[in-house]
């Protein structure tokens, strides 16, 4: 359930996550992570990530700079949630204890599992926002941008702390990521009917 919850949080910042497991092995006992993964916690690693997460965050909230970003982030937010996965659950059930080994005995099944999970969220997220900056003008794009940024900070939270509750939460996102998809495919149809000939 850690994993997966991270892995979530992933595709809607795919630094948050990283940073999460990179300063919560570092500086607390809640979580270990194993040697194979122990760069995450490496002051390089969090700097690097702090720096990206930075960009995101400003870049996310300007209307179209935010779909540009969305398409960037099309092949790191899925990475991330296959990294974050893979050493999340390592680092309670040792699932893939180095990176190194990952195509060995099933290991690669934490990794696909969490890109998986994160192109779920992204394309939601990336599915909405073109709709939220347009049905409000652009207005929208810092609200929902905060939005995100504060859900993948509860949902790393949750993952850690309450592991159990990510399931919950799963199948929230599941639910809103299919609601949104329609809501979109439906003002996509509206507008396909209402142009003029």
């Known amino acids: 359930m850690t994993g997966s919850g ?13 940073i999460a497991l990179g300063l919560l092995s570092r500086f607390s006992d ?6 194979g993964w122990s760069w995450l916690e490496s002051t390089p690693a969090l700097v690097v990530l702090g ?4 960009v995101e965050v400003v870049a996310d909230k300007i209307p179209a700079v935010d779909s540009v970003n969305d ?8 990475t991330a949630g296959g990294i974050v996965f893979a050493a999340g659950s390592a680092s309670q059930t040792q699932a893939v204890p180095d990176p190194s080994t990952l195509l060995q005995d099933w290991q690669w099944v934490p ?3 969490g890109v998986l999970l994160a192109l779920t969220t992204h394309a939601a997220k990336s599915l909405s926002r073109p709709v ?3 049905a409000t003008a652009g207005v929208g794009a810092p609200v929902a941008s905060t939005v995100e ?21 799963a199948v929230v996102v599941l639910v809103l990521a299919v609601l949104a998809v329609r809501r979109w495919l439906a003002a996509r149809s509206r507008a396909r009917h209402e142009a003029p000939l």
């Open 132 to 134: 939220v900056n347009t």
């Open 51 to 54: 720096v990206l997460l930075v």
């Open 30 to 35: 809640l979580l270990a992570l194993p040697a």
């Open 111 to 113: 990794v696909v599992l």
């Open 149 to 169: 940024d504060v859900s993948a900070v509860g949902l790393v939270l949750v993952a850690v702390l309450v592991p159990v509750l990510v399931t919950v939460l």
């Open 6 to 18: 991270m892995a979530m949080a992933a595709g809607l910042n795919a630094y948050v996550p990283l």
């Open 71 to 78: 398409v960037i982030q099309t092949a790191v937010r899925p």
